[in-house]
């Protein structure tokens, strides 16, 4: 490999763990900032926690998702070399 290929790809694989995180820290965030609002709102106590869980569910399957499409697209790549 050429050195610019190498820091191609260093950068790439730098910016896919930055999808990662994000993909799973969003729906997080979301979830927990709107769990707390409608507990303060409505006086509960336990919103936050199954918004928080439904947040991380959605993450996963965030991840999930653009994990099966990268890991397809490799694939098509790898077959037409």
């Known amino acids: 490999m050429k050195k610019g290929r190498v820091g191609s790809e260093v950068y790439r ?3 896919l763990v930055m999808q ?7 729906p ?3 979830m927990t900032a709107l769990g ?4 303060r709102k409505l006086g509960t106590s336990y919103l936050v926690i199954v918004l928080f869980t439904v947040g991380a569910i959605a993450g996963g ?4 998702r ?3 499409r990268i890991y397809e697209n490799d694939g098509d790549d790898k077959k037409n070399q």
């Open 20 to 26: 990662f995180g994000i993909n799973m820290l969003v």
């Open 28 to 30: 997080i965030c979301l």
């Open 61 to 64: 399957q965030n991840i999930y």
């Open 13 to 15: 694989s730098f910016a």
């Open 36 to 39: 707390i609002y409608l507990d």
């Open 66 to 68: 653009m994990a099966k």
